[in-house]
């Protein structure tokens, strides 16, 4: 309001606006630039790795994946509810590139969403209980209306680290939502959870109320990787 009130104030009188019309528009003016620096905020306490949005993901490129489903997403019911949501498949198949888009979306809507890879969650989880303050890592951790936890599957952790991701997870259970992007389908989850009873106990409770998507296919990297030697390779044939 300080920044506009000047020039609008001149606009009024030249266009001889009624006091309480020029009150509303700056009023209106300081409204938006609230939210929109509630957004930016927002975005940056997420943490995500890189800004992708949904304008620059070629649906066409994933034909398994359901376009309609996944923008349904981006509406934030599901976050309400506090179902989950799990991405799965190979490297290179745009999940990461999809669950920020969806964590974006979901930023816009004004929920607090904190964005971070399994193995980073884990260190973090590890390093609190060391110095004893796990308990607050979790408070903290609880707010975020969801916890998207990015590549769930490439390291495996140890048995301590694996009970410490359990207990995030099942503690979100019904409470909160959780994404998850993930290499491994959910018969190999044994792997990363060491021990069949706790993968089992927390597929259970992950899968419950969850919106998976399978997102196989060739990788989008590879792909576009092949495009570019082949156009490199096709004018060299010409300039032969
Ligand atoms: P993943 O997490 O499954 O390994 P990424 O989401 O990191 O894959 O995708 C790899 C790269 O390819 C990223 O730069 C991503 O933006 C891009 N990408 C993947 N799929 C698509 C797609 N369908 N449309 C546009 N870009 C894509
Ligand atoms: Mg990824």
């Not at 066409?60 to 349904?72: I, M, S």
């Not at 991405?87 to 964005?115: D, E, M, N, Q, Y």
């Not at 419950?208 to 092949?226: A, T």
């Not at 390779?233 to 032969?240: F, H, R």
């Amino acid at each position: 309001m300080l920044a506009e009130w000047e020039k609008l104030a001149r606009e009024a009188a030249a266009r001889n606006q009624a006091y309480d019309a020029y009150l509303l528009q700056l009023t209106e003016l300081e409204v938006a630039a609230r939210s929109a620096n509630a957004i930016a905020a927002r975005i940056r306490a997420a943490g995500f790795p890189a800004l992708k949005d949904f304008d620059t993901f070629d649906f066409t490129a994933t034909p398994n994946l359901a376009k309609q489903k996944v923008l349904e997403l981006t509406r934030g019911e599901w976050i309400d509810q506090h179902f989950n949501c799990c991405l799965l498949g190979g490297s290179g198949t745009g999940k990461t590139h999809v669950a920020i888009a969806l964590g974006l979306a979901l930023c816009r809507l004004g929920k607090r969403v904190k964005f971070l890879t399994a193995a980073k969650l884990v260190t973090l989880l590890e390093v609190a209980q060391q110095q004893h303050r796990l308990d607050r890592l979790l408070a903290t951790r609880d707010r975020f209306d969801l916890l998207a936890v990015d590549e769930l599957g490439y390291l495996s952790f140890s048995r301590a680290g694996a009970e410490l991701l359990f207990q995030v997870f099942a503690d979100r259970y019904e409470r909160r939502s959780l994404l998850i992007t993930s290499n491994l389908p959910f018969g190999e989850w044994g792997q990363v959870f060491q021990g069949e009873r706790m993968t089992a106990a927390l597929l259970d409770r992950l899968t419950h109320q969850c919106h998976i998507f399978e997102m196989n296919g060739e990788s989008y990297r590879f792909r576009e990787s092949m495009k570019t030697k082949k156009d490199k390779d096709s004018k060299k044939g010409k300039s032969a």
